[in-house]
């Protein structure tokens, strides 16, 4: 009768090189980061920051003018530079910061209206919507601090978060569950979801800026 051990041996070589290949990505799947949240269901990201200076200390005493964000709800931009405001305030990153109410399509108009301020918050939201049938919303803004003299760009970031829809389930224990009691009704994504956006989104970027300072980059 003919051997064939011979011509099985070699195969034992690739299957163990793929079990110590799969036994070493095994990890790594699992131990994969799962997304930040920052609380009422809201997913962030971190801030893209494509600008910002190279010393920060020549800003620590800059007076800051927040004007409305840019963007198709002027309500939105406005309460969009309050909040930015507040939450710069209170970091500390500046001497004083305030809002001016005055809209601005252009760099140079936003120096204008912003008077004697040291830099200018030239600001827009791209994207915001909230869908109130089944709890989703999102929000991305982009942030320009301008130099108020030279016009230059000082920071630029930009940062998106979501609140993700909540769609109802199909399976069949809840099909079934449905059958025998009313019509659940999804809970619509709270009015306040926006606002909170904002908050998250002037936080994180005020963190970055202040991280950077500590950090001399």
Same mark, same amino acid.
């Given at each position: 009768?003919?051997?064939?051990?011979?011509?099985?041996?070699?195969?034992?070589?690739?299957?163990?090189?793929?079990?110590?290949?799969?036994?070493?990505?095994?990890?790594?799947?699992?131990?994969?980061?799962?997304?930040?949240?920052?609380?009422?269901?809201?997913?962030?990201?971190?801030?893209?920051?494509?600008?910002?200076?190279?010393?920060?200390?020549?800003?620590?005493?800059?007076?800051?003018?927040?004007?409305?964000?840019?963007?198709?709800?002027?309500?939105?931009?406005?309460?969009?530079?309050?909040?930015?405001?507040?939450?710069?305030?209170?970091?500390?990153?500046?001497?004083?910061?305030?809002?001016?109410?005055?809209?601005?399509?252009?760099? #140079?108009? =936003?120096? @204008?209206?912003?008077?004697?301020?040291? !830099?200018? &918050?030239? /600001? +827009?939201?791209?994207?915001?919507?909230?869908?109130?049938?089944?709890?989703?919303?999102?929000?991305?803004?982009?942030?320009?601090?301008?130099?108020?003299?030279?016009?230059?760009?000082?920071?630029?970031?930009?940062?998106?978060?979501?609140?993700?829809?909540?769609?109802?389930?199909?399976?069949?224990?809840?099909?079934?569950?449905?059958?025998?009691?009313?019509?659940?009704?999804? #809970?619509? =994504?709270? @009015?306040?979801?926006?606002?909170?956006? !904002?908050? &998250?989104? /002037? +936080?994180?970027?005020?963190?970055?800026?202040?991280?950077?300072?500590?950090?001399?980059?």
């Amino acid at each position: 009768m003919r051997n064939f051990t011979g011509l099985v041996r070699p195969l034992k070589k690739p299957a163990m090189a793929f079990s110590i290949l799969l036994f070493c990505l095994l990890p790594a799947c699992v131990m994969a980061p799962a997304p930040r949240t920052a609380g009422a269901g809201i997913v962030e990201s971190p801030p893209v920051v494509f600008v910002h200076p190279l010393n920060h200390e020549l800003y620590r005493g800059a007076r800051l003018a927040v004007l409305p964000f840019a963007g198709e709800n002027r309500e939105l931009g406005m309460n969009a530079a309050a909040v930015f405001r507040d939450i710069f305030l209170a970091s500390g990153l500046f001497k004083a910061v305030f809002v001016v109410d005055k809209q601005a399509g252009t760099r #140079a108009r =936003a120096r @204008a209206v912003a008077g004697d301020a040291d !830099l200018v &918050v030239f /600001a +827009r939201i791209n994207r915001a919507f909230i869908d109130g049938g089944v709890g989703g919303a999102g929000l991305d803004v982009s942030l320009r601090i301008l130099h108020g003299k030279s016009g230059d760009t000082v920071w630029y970031m930009r940062q998106s978060v979501e609140r993700p829809v909540r769609w109802p389930r199909k399976d069949f224990g809840a099909r079934l569950g449905r059958a025998f009691s009313p019509q659940a009704v999804l #809970a619509p =994504a709270p @009015a306040a979801v926006l606002p909170n956006m !904002l908050t &998250v989104v /002037a +936080r994180d970027m005020a963190r970055v800026m202040a991280d950077r300072r500590r950090a001399g980059i």
